[in-house]
């Protein structure tokens, strides 16, 4: 069975569009389960490697990990894009696992349409629906933590207002 929000995630996606989902690399075998469970297909593999360690144990950790998933039919990309991107460091300032939206911003272009919609359920500071809002994408996005909503709230409304005013 896979937890509610994979199964609300894939029952409003669209047939044939994608969904890109970090995971912890310790509960990969979870995270596969209920990404198959909601009916999603498992298409890529994306590392972001980092410039920085966020954290060291046995290993230092330089990149975090997402893969791509499929709903239905996925048309392939006329250019694939590579499966190893460098992120650049957003300080993390905004959340603890803050996403630069210059990363996501080719990732949102490639796997979300003109006229799409790019929902985040797990939306921390806001990233991937800032990087959908300058790409002129619709967004929806859900967070629990109020503290991380009202940051995503701002950096929405930011953008926004600096968009109109070019």
């Known amino acids: 069975m896979a937890p509610p929000a994979f199964n609300q995630m894939h029952r409003v996606l669209k047939d044939g569009g994608f969904a890109l989902s970090f995971y912890a690399w310790n509960r990969v075998d979870l995270f596969m389960a209920a990404w198959k469970a909601a009916g999603f297909r498992p298409i890529g593999h994306i590392i972001f490697r ?31 894009m590579p499966d190893v991107i460098d992120m650049p460091y957003s300080g993390n300032k905004l959340h603890p696992t803050q996403k630069p939206v210059a990363a996501l911003l080719p990732r949102v272009h490639a796997f979300c349409p003109a006229g799409g919609l790019v929902m985040d359920p797990f939306a921390g500071s806001g990233s991937s629906l800032v990087a959908a809002q300058r790409l002129g994408r619709d967004w929806l996005g859900m967070e629990l933590d109020e503290t991380h909503a009202a940051t995503a709230s701002r950096r929405l409304t930011y953008w926004g207002e600096r968009r109109t005013a070019a």
């Not at 975090?64 to 499929?70: D, H, K, S, T």
């Open 50 to 80: 980092k410039s920085y360690a966020s954290s060291a144990r046995f290993v230092r950790y330089t990149h975090e990990a997402a893969y791509l998933l499929a709903k239905g039919d996925a048309k392939l990309p006329h250019q694939p």
